[in-house]
């Protein structure tokens, strides 16, 4: 049976990746000052305008518009002309006390039990997900969408391609049989560039200096769709032609089409917040158990309650490749592999460290130098089924 998936990628100058740049940015300043630092940061980038909103509890007051200018420059867009607002306050007392002080902390305080650590900031639904596709362990239209805009930046900022400007994005669809990838059904790239650029000759560069390299793992064959900025010219972009805001580009940070997500947005958001570090975990859940041989495929969900330290949760979906047990018994043996409190999942993945700044351009996932990439668990896991 035939199927279709897509997914999406962009660069570090879209208007909604730049926003994610600076809120992670923020969140490294802070961390990098105070470990304990809570943020929940928001960017909103519009035509001459940057405003910078939310909770910031910290003992390091970050130099919000310094790092905004740096970024800007960083990224390749002018920062003289463009105004600058904060809107920051302190995170909520009641939320502060719930992270601090878990519904099981409060309740072990008159009984004998160990003590379970902070709870989470908020309730929500994570997704970990990995498969054999790749060597990433990630859906192959994941992976090539995001070859193509690393490529298509990198031959920006070294000028191997000359006249094109930092605003950028990819899509490829590819066509599966029998749950196997086994061509490129379409291949779409939209790039900035300077006006006296010809489409032609931009044309030309896209498909020989950023395709022919980043769609080598699957070459595109005479059927398939390549289309190179087919709304023409595009000679306006990044904030000045499109807002942009933290969090819009949910699928392009994690699995394309091809995996549910639960909603809650990474960047800018500290590691209390389980949106970020529960869907950290889960990938590292899924992932280890593929590599441990016990799937093909595995999808894993985590569901958490506010001021609650363990997930209320733990679901695994093999999708009928898992060789060892069921599912239901995969997800039992989560809990006795991994930590999944959001202080266990702190200390294990060491999401106390400036490293978000790295996460929110080119995906999440996928990238060896993060710590959820890690497989280091596959004999535990074994053992805990088996």
């Known amino acids: 049976m035939k199927r279709y998936y897509t997914a999406e990628a962009v660069t570090e100058g879209h208007p909604d990746k730049l926003c994610d740049l600076i809120a992670d940015s923020i969140l490294d300043e802070c961390l990098r000052e105070d470990r304990e630092s809570k943020v929940a940061c928001e960017v909103l980038a519009t035509k001459g305008h940057i405003l910078v909103a939310g909770e910031i509890t910290s003992r390091h007051e970050p130099y919000v518009f310094g790092i905004v200018k740096k970024v800007l420059e960083e990224v390749g867009y002018p920062s003289e002309e463009v105004e600058m607002d904060a809107q920051i306050h302190q995170q909520s007392p009641d939320i502060a006390k719930a992270v601090t002080c878990s519904k099981e902390k409060r309740e072990c305080r008159s009984a004998d039990q160990s003590d379970p650590g902070a709870g989470a900031g908020d309730q929500g639904i994570m997704i970990g997900y990995a498969c054999m596709e790749t060597s990433q362990m990630l859906p192959l239209p994941v992976v090539l969408a995001n070859r193509i805009v690393r490529e298509l930046s990198a031959c920006r900022v070294s000028g191997y391609i000359r006249g094109i400007l930092p605003d950028g994005k990819a899509q ?73 805001l933290t969090g819009r580009k949910l699928m392009a940070d994690t699995y394309g089409s091809m995996v549910p997500h639960g909603g809650g947005a990474f960047s800018g958001k500290d590691c209390s917040k389980v949106d970020r570090s529960g869907a950290y975990m889960a990938r590292y859940i899924a992932k280890n158990i593929v590599a441990a041989g016990l799937a093909e495929k595995c999808q894993v969900s985590l569901a958490y309650a506010i001021g609650v330290a363990e997930p209320v949760m733990v679901q695994v979906d093999t999708f009928g490749t898992g060789t060892a047990c069921a599912d239901d018994c995969l997800a039992a043996a989560v809990p006795l592999v991994f930590g999944l409190t959001p202080a266990q999942i702190r200390e294990s993945l060491r999401l106390d460290r400036p490293i978000y700044k790295h996460t929110a351009v080119f995906g999440h996932f996928g990238r060896k130098e993060f710590p959820w990439e890690r497989t280091d668990k596959t004999g535990a896991l074994r053992d805990a089924i088996l």
Do not use: W
């Open 172 to 244: 490829v669809t590819v066509e599966y049989e029998d749950g196997t990838p086994v061509r490129i059904d379409s291949v779409v790239v939209s790039c900035q560039h300077v006006e006296d650029k010809t489409l032609k000759k931009l044309e030309h560069e896209i498909r020989e200096k950023v395709l022919r390299p980043a769609l080598r793992p699957l070459p595109p064959d005479e059927d398939t769709k390549i289309l190179i900025n087919p709304s023409g010219r595009f000679v306006c972009g990044g904030m000045d032609a499109d807002t942009g």
